[in-house]
């Protein structure tokens, strides 16, 4: 690997001192290191338009939390960049390294001590104004009510079936690879992030009897009924939505490419992160 490049948890010092430190390591092995323009600067490092890092390097070391990693992985839609995270969140499903073991990425990143794992974006396109308005997801895309706003309405189609109407305080969309996100938190269940499916999680429905789904991957049309309602995609805030707009999700050809240690599996992330098994006292 020759180049590789840094994205940062803005204003967190700490952040900035890991990647000094493992710039430092790159650069005395050979390596070549970017930063966006719009960072603060590391010594030994260049800077490119924040634009333009995703494609001009082979992988993009990530230092935050899974909020940040995703706002990286966004930048590699549609690129073979390569991405791996250094945790700096709270549980971290996104982000490979721990944070008491970040030196170690460097040794492992040069001897080849990765296997990359491949995870399929899903883009949610939006008819508006004679445009078609797309963008892409690793995570979940959400629809959902504001708190002084009343319950929203829509209706879900997957693929050419008609699923169901209803009312909640809205309804998660979520891959495999965010279903320890928005959707465990509002009792979805967790799936193996390689399982070719999608999860449609209502949040506070107003039927007890609609819960979590897990489909196939085939388009979902999600209709509003209602006049208020707000969409956010990996956690970034899109808007309102109008009565009778009608969301497509569709599964993308393009994979985020996520570098993983082999010597780990998801059950050891579910266990560390979630606490399972952990002696009394230190879960």
């Not at 449609?200 to 039927?207: A, E, M």
């Not at 995609?233 to 009608?246: S, V």
Request: aromatic share 6%; with cysteine.
């Amino acid at each position: 690997m020759k180049t590789v490049g840094f994205i940062l948890k803005r204003d967190v010092a700490k952040a900035h001192e890991i990647a000094q430190t493992l710039t430092n390591v790159l650069v005395s092995h050979g390596v070549k290191v970017l930063l966006g323009d719009d960072a603060q600067p590391l010594e030994r490092a260049q800077t490119v338009d924040r634009d333009d890092l995703a494609k001009s390097v082979e992988c993009l070391i990530v230092v935050g939390g899974d909020g940040t990693f995703l706002a990286a992985a966004k930048q590699t839609f549609g690129l073979p960049t390569k991405l791996i995270g250094v945790n700096m969140g709270h549980l971290g499903f996104l982000t490979e390294v721990d944070l008491n073991n970040a030196e170690n990425l460097t040794e492992r990143l040069l001897e080849g001590g990765y296997t990359c794992a491949e995870r399929p974006f899903f883009t949610l396109s939006l008819e508006r104004d004679g445009k078609t308005i797309t963008e892409p997801f690793l995570n979940d895309a959400v629809l959902q009510r504001d708190a002084h706003e009343k319950v929203i309405e829509y209706s879900v189609d997957v693929g050419s079936q008609y699923m169901m109407s209803g009312k909640a305080d809205g309804l998660i969309v979520a891959t495999p690879t965010g279903s320890t996100a928005y959707n465990l938190s509002t009792g979805g269940p967790i799936v193996y992030p390689t399982i070719d499916g999608l999860i449609l999680s209502p949040i506070s429905p107003h039927k007890l009897s609609f819960r979590p789904v897990v489909i196939p991957p085939r388009d979902v049309v999600i209709g509003l009924k209602s006049p208020h309602a707000h969409l956010s995609i990996d956690g970034r805030p899109m808007g309102k939505l109008l009565m009778g707009e009608k969301l497509v999700v569709h599964k993308s050809e393009h994979t985020a490419k996520l570098l993983h240690d082999p010597r780990h599996n998801f059950f050891d992330l579910l266990r560390f992160k979630l606490g399972w098994d952990l002696p009394p006292g230190m879960q």
